[in-house]
């Protein structure tokens, strides 16, 4: 039989900054196939570096191995990959079992890292285990099994592996005697087919089966001893013929790690859920912050109402809005709600007696004193500010009311809450604070015609938008008569007009309130001035057509406490204001978070809008912006603390693992398979982690954290995807820095000195 491995005048030397060892010492010794050969000697003799030279797991300084008669002097760090993967099953006296994996996927990994199609080595393994006396338990967690259990998976493991040397380093140093004999029968059958090398320190186990035996002190050889004829090994056993496959491998490598190690693997898991949620907490908060607004103060000498939530839109011709404009506008994104009459908006209301506004009564007397009833004296305004809201025109196919109808005229309203309040009569002050002296108001007597669930108040028919936002001229208010006058208009009994014609709506008349003063404190007024004033007619400004004021006559007056306040017929109301106030529009915002986008959004329209919130928040409220900086320092600074954790959490996780990489290695498993390996399984990390993050950041949803909801509202989805890039670049950097350290623990063929950090390890373990 020609010799198969040959060493010659071998030397090996563990160098470190501070010294030199001598490992082996002109190390001579040649090997055939069919040779069951047994080395022993002192502890430190030399006995592993042997094992280990031969395994190509530690190069070599002087002399000159041969393989199948090739020299491997010159070998590279892939020649010695390519070599441990096709030539070598190597065990140790540590079982090197994958743990968390079945006794099945342990074998099968070691066929599969060689290149092996899966389904083969899943075949080949299970025979293997048979020989083993292994089947049985193959489903079996590798860590459950017995000592003796876990050295002969190992040893299935090798010999399930088609390459041509065997070398076992003390494989029964943690066996009793029984298990002992039993693997060295193995052994000693394994070598029928190949060189089988066995390091012990026990000779005598093995005397009954090796065909030779070698004795090593201090590095080099004492004694090599035939003991007995080597077996005839017909045809070597056929070498593996692995192709590789780089990245499917790296794959398969990653999900065998995660298996193997599920505690580290949920723990890592964990941890970069936690980075990405922090990731995203701060960095949220950060863009948030990006925005000032909350820390200033509102002024409301622009637009009285600062509701952040609304946004005013006009067209560049000025022209009345169409119902396309309409469509365009409500279809952008988080935008919920479009008023027609924008300017509506500014204008306060108040309906809760004894909440928005009180109402003073004056006791009534007779001639004589008694008391006979009371009188409304005057209203006083509450501090809410609610604003009017006229019925929003929705987007197609929403549905604003839940029960009625939309109201038709300033009588009708639509409020929020059940139908138990349709039909229910409130009566609405109307306060123009930009426009009307203080203090004075309009009553509408009004009806709910109709119910929602949206919003928070009342809604008002669009009629009412048209009156208040029309120009009719300066603090004057034209308001058209729908129903009986008589609810609205108190007349002086003995006032006879010439031509009198006083209870049809659709008169083209006009009702003044000139005298309502007069009426609540003396009675009917003064007759004279009332009647001196219904004589003339009186001019009304069409906006659009200044040259010809439509001409109307006073013929009643009514209660509102406002004096610029005309009741007219519809027809006269048409006349003076045809198409008024639907020039702006008002649109509600479902968070003031959307507003930058929302208002790019119409600009992209080309319409001019202007939020009033951030027109009228000019002013910083000093206190507040301070600590909105603050908060900015605070989520840089956790941010990179988050960042540097990650990057070094996960360097430290994965260091713990190099002893794994290390036995994968001695399986075959190649340093560029390792490096996809780890980049896979950081690429798994992050996405795990992210998925975890994002459910986490939904359950807060669905719990109303409010700080989660605002961080949400106010990040694009372009900033998320950032938030997730940056995460998984975060990962991949630190991969990395990782591939370098297994790269120089495990594949030490790169570098100096690396071997020596090996086996300190090896000592920690
Ligand atoms: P054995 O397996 O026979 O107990 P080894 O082959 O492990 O002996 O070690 C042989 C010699 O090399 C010992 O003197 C040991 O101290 C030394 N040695 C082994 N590994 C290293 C290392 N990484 N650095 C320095 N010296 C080492
Ligand atoms: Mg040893």
């Known amino acids: 039989m020609p010799a198969f491995l040959v060493l010659e005048n071998i030397s090996k030397y563990y160098t470190s900054a501070q010294s030199v060892v001598m490992g082996l010492n002109n190390v001579s010794l040649s090997f055939s196939l069919g040779e069951f050969v047994a080395v022993t000697g002192e502890s430190g003799s030399g006995k592993s570096t042997i094992a280990k030279v031969m395994g190509g797991i530690l190069p070599y300084e002087g002399g000159e191995m041969f393989v199948d008669g090739r020299p491997t002097s010159h070998y590279g760090q892939q020649d010695w990959e390519q070599y441990r993967s096709r030539r070598i099953s190597f065990i140790s006296q540590n079982y090197d079992i994958l743990p968390g994996c079945s006794v099945l996927e342990n074998v099968v990994s070691a066929l599969v890292l060689t290149g092996m199609d899966k389904k083969k080595a899943a075949a080949r393994a299970e025979e293997i285990l048979e020989q083993v006396e ?105 070498v593996v013929r692995g192709k590789g496959k780089g990245k499917s491998l790296g794959r398969y490598t990653a999900w065998l790690q995660m298996a193997s190690r599920p505690v580290w693997t949920a723990i890592l898991l964990f941890f970069f859920a936690l980075t990405a949620f922090a990731m995203f907490a701060f960095l949220g908060t950060f863009v948030m912050n990006l925005d000032d607004s909350f820390t200033r103060v509102y002024d409301p000498s ?152 949206k919003g928070e108040h009342l809604y008002v028919a669009e009629q009412l938008g048209r009156i208040f936002t029309a120009e009719v001229s300066t603090e004057v208010v034209v308001a058209p008569i729908y129903d009986e006058p008589s609810r609205y208009v108190h007349f002086a009994q003995d006032i006879i007009f010439e031509d009198r014609y006083l209870c049809s709506a659709s008169m083209q008349t006009i009702l003044v309130n000139q005298f309502l003063r007069l009426y609540t404190s003396n009675g009917w007024g ?13 001019p009304f400004w069409n906006y659009l057509d200044t040259e010809n004021p439509v001409m109307l006559r006073p013929y009643g007056i009514h209660d509102s406490s406002y004096n610029g306040y005309y009741l007219v017929s519809p027809e006269s109301f048409e006349r003076i204001v045809p ?30 809008a202007i939020s009033p919130y951030q027109l009228g928040a000019t002013k910083q409220d000093p206190v507040l912006a301070a600590e909105r900086l603050q908060t900015l320092e605070i989520c840089i600074l956790a941010f990179l603390a988050v960042f540097l954790l990650q990057i070094f959490v996960l360097r430290a996780m994965f260091g713990m693992q190099t002893g794994e990489f290390r036995l994968l290695a001695n399986l075959g498993l190649r340093c560029r398979t390792a490096k996809c390996s780890i980049v896979w399984q950081v690429v798994l990390f992050t996405a795990g982690g992210q998925l975890i993050a994002f459910a986490a950041v939904l359950c807060c949803m669905g719990l109303s954290v409010g700080r989660i909801l605002d961080i949400v509202k106010y990040l694009p989805a372009r900033h998320v995807l950032f938030f997730m890039v940056l995460h998984l670049a975060t990962g991949l950097l630190t991969s990395l820095w990782i591939q370098r350290l297994i790269g120089r623990q495990v594949y030490p063929g790169t570098l100096r000195y690396a071997d020596l950090k090996m086996d300190e390890e090896e000592a920690e373990l």
């Not at 259990?149 to 010999?159: D, F, H, M, N, P």
């Not at 003064?526 to 009186?538: A, F």
């Open 302 to 453: 622009a637009f009285l109402n600062g509701n952040d939530n609304r946004i005013v839109v006009a067209r560049t011709d000025k022209g009345n809005f169409t119902e396309e404009d309409y469509d365009a506008l409500i279809a952008i994104p988080h935008v919920t709600q479009l008023e027609r009459y924008g300017f509506l908006a500014d204008i306060n209301y108040y309906y809760r007696e004894g909440i928005d506004y009180m109402v003073h009564y004056e006791n009534v007397t007779d001639d004589a004193g008694n008391p006979t009833g009371y009188v409304q004296k005057q209203i006083t305004m509450g501090d809410t500010n609610l604003f009017l809201q006229a019925v929003p025109y929705l987007a197609k196919g929403e549905k604003f009311l839940t029960a009625g109808r939309l109201p038709e005229t300033m009588y009708e309203v639509v409020a929020v809450g059940g139908e138990e309040l349709l039909g229910t009569e409130i009566t609405i002050y109307i306060e123009n604070k930009k426009k009307w002296p203080a203090g004075t108001s309009i009553q509408v007597e009004a009806v709910v015609v109709g119910v929602t669930d």
């Open 579 to 608: 198409d008024a106030g639907a020039n702006v529009v008002s649109l509600t915002v479902s968070d003031y978070a959307y507003t930058e986008r929302v208002l790019s959004d119409i600009h992209a329209l080309s319409y001019p």
């Open 526 to 538: 003064d007759l004279d001035e009332w009647v001196e004033y219904s004589k003339q007619e009186y």
């Open 134 to 238: 292994l089947l049985d338990k193959k489903k079996r967690r590798a860590a459950k099994l017995s000592s003796g259990q876990k050295q002969r998976l190992s040893i299935a493991r090798a010999l399930a592996k088609p390459a041509p040397v065997l070398i076992a380093d003390e494989p029964t140093g943690n066996l009793d005697s029984e298990n002992s004999a039993k693997v060295i029968q193995l052994l000693a059958a394994a070598a029928k087919e190949r060189l089988v090398v066995m390091v012990t320190h026990d000779f005598e186990e093995a005397e009954d089966f090796a065909t030779r035996h070698i004795t090593v002190r201090d590095g080099a050889v004492e004694s090599d001893v035939a003991l007995r004829e080597a077996n005839e090994v017909s045809a070597a056993v056929p």
